[in-house]
């Protein structure tokens, strides 16, 4: 297997903890902030284990981004007028990207409260919501 295609999977496969992680934190949060509890143990644990999840995604994302044969032939060709080509070159690293730095600034945030906040609320959500960027026809084609 040559490491494009391992990087590739890896890729596809991590993302499933991603999604889990996120949807487990932000169903966490949504409990804690109607419920007015202060923040568990259990809860800082989740967040930073998203976080750390998206970084990971993140780190092999950008790799991906730069030996893709996808993206590279979508910039040379002119990415602006294609639809499919312009998601993965230039939509969805962006999305994830923001996605990254909301769920940091909501992990941060989390940290130095006793209680959520509607901004730590809204930075997850603002995350999680950064999710339809992903090119989930291409992804579900993998298995």
Known sequence: MNPYVA???????????VVLLSLILLAA??????????IHIGLRKVSF??????????????ALYVFSP??????ADGIAMQ???RLLALEHPVMMF????????ANAKLKKNSYITGSILA??????????????TQWMANF
């Open 7 to 17: 990087l590739k999977h890896f890729h596809s496969y991590w993302a499933f903890i």
């Open 70 to 75: 996808v993206v590279q032939s979508s910039w």
């Open 83 to 85: 639809t499919g080509p």
């Open 123 to 136: 930075f997850v959500l603002l995350a999680t919501l950064c999710f339809y960027m992903i090119p989930w």
């Open 98 to 105: 923001t996605a990254v730095i909301l769920m940091t600034i």
């Open 49 to 62: 284990y998203t976080v750390l999840s998206f970084h990971i995604q993140f780190v092999f994302g950008l």
């Open 29 to 38: 949060t949504l409990y804690y902030f109607f419920t007015k509890k202060p």
